[in-house]
């Protein structure tokens, strides 16, 4: 396709909001499409941490975005920063698991992808995060672990698109459908008419699945609710994020703490619930035993789009020439965005793909 392509992007999550910056630097026109105000989904109820919770349990094919996406997050969040002025705030604090069942898996893993990855004595443990509460027995520690403020991520990928002549974001434009001729996909049906485009991207997130119903394909991606609390307190009190149990907190720059998350698979109800509040704010005071006295400012749920093994669809699909995908990011579309939309551009521009696209393309993993 050539470069002066016309893409249509359904979803302005980070996914979607990210493609449309590369595909838009590759020289093509791009509309971005969204049923609301641009990433106010997943990618705004996120976490924001820069790896897989615990990337040693994920497929070489996780493994492989993940690593080269926190390699460039750095660079990405400079580059947003010089272009709008908005800091996505990368903060590398670097992350202590605590009490593992698996931690020798993690550590050969390790060894094997060459982390920075390896265990720690509690009493340094406890000398580097004195307010880990009391009773964790072991400890592995990665340094090179960051978190991304995330809503501040989203805000300055739709500010820096807002520069770009060859750009067009359109909020609260519901995309119903997909117009085809034939087989072939040229455009998407919204709430406003019709619209056409030489390729239609779908980076809806947890709504993939809807969408490509239309068409009669079954996308294996399904919502799974996460919930998520929030908490202030002083810039020092956290310097390092913490994970136990399945359970998190990451320090923002500020001072902030988020706490999280609950995994539910809850059909897109995305309510918080007391419940939940409860057992995150048990996960919170284990961890951190101060934050029973710290103010809590926010609960929130987000639905993440679940796919099989959290390996995301990346690529054309053949038999509707014209619609791509890049979605499915289920657990770490943060931290995977970067190589994905990077990796997209690649495909569809024909320029050699940073990593073998085999494991994400769509063709082989979609039922009809
Ligand atoms: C509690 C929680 C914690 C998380 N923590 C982390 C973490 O620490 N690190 C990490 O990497 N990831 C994390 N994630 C996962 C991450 O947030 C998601 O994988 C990622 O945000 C998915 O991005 P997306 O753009 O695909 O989806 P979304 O951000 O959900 O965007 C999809 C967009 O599509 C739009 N849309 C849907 N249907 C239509 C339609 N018909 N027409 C037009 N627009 C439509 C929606 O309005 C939405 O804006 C977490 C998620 C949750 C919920």
């Not at 349990?57 to 920063?81: C, E, G, I, K």
């Not at 443990?125 to 978190?147: C, H, K, S, W």
């Not at 072939?184 to 485009?197: K, M, Q, S």
Request: net charge neutral; with cysteine; proline share 7%.
């Amino acid at each position: 396709m050539s470069t002066t392509a016309h893409t249509l992007i359904v979803g302005a999550g980070a996914i979607g909001l990210l493609t449309a910056l590369s595909l838009a630097e590759q020289g093509g026109s791009v509309t971005l499409l969204d049923r609301q105000a641009a990433g106010r989904e997943s990618s705004w109820a996120g976490g924001g941490i820069v790896s897989p919770l615990y990337p040693w349990r994920y497929s070489p094919a996780v493994t492989a975005l993940a690593h080269w996406s926190q390699d460039f997050y750095p660079q990405l969040a400079d580059q947003l920063h010089q272009r709008t002025g908005l800091d996505p705030e990368v903060h590398t604090t670097g992350l202590y698991w605590l009490d593992l069942d698996d931690e020798a898996e993690a550590l050969a893993w390790a060894r094997r992808e060459r982390r920075p990855l390896s265990a720690v004595s509690m009493a340094a443990t406890y000398a580097q995060v004195p307010a880990l509460g009391p009773g964790f027995e072991r400890a592995i520690y990665m340094a090179d672990v960051a978190n991304v403020r995330n809503p501040r991520l989203v805000k300055a990928l739709k500010a820096a698109l807002a520069r770009l002549p060859n750009v067009t974001v359109r909020e609260h434009c519901e995309v119903r459908g997909f117009v085809q001729q034939g087989a072939a996909v040229v455009g998407v049906n919204t709430a406003d008419g019709p619209l056409l485009a030489d390729r239609v991207v779908l980076a809806a997130g947890a709504w993939s699945g809807e969408l490509l119903a239309t068409l009669g394909l079954a996308l294996p991606v399904e919502p799974v609710k996460g919930q998520m609390i929030l908490y202030k307190c002083d810039e020092a009190f956290l310097p390092r994020m913490v994970l136990a149990k399945g359970r998190y907190a990451i320090p923002r720059r500020d001072g902030h703490i988020l706490v999280g998350s609950t995994l539910e698979h809850a059909g897109f109800d995305k309510t918080p619930t007391d419940e939940a509040l409860h057992s995150l704010m048990a996960s919170a005071e284990a961890l951190l035993p101060g934050l029973a006295r710290a103010e809590r400012v926010g609960h929130w749920a987000g639905l993440r789009p679940g796919a099989p093994d959290g390996i995301p669809f990346i690529g054309p699909v053949s038999r509707h020439p014209g619609l791509w995908l890049n979605c499915g990011h289920y657990r770490n579309g943060l931290v995977l965005a970067p190589a994905s939309c990077r990796l997209f551009a690649d495909l569809a521009s024909g320029r050699r793909p940073i990593i073998d696209p085999a494991p994400y393309a769509p063709d082989v993993r979609l039922v009809q």
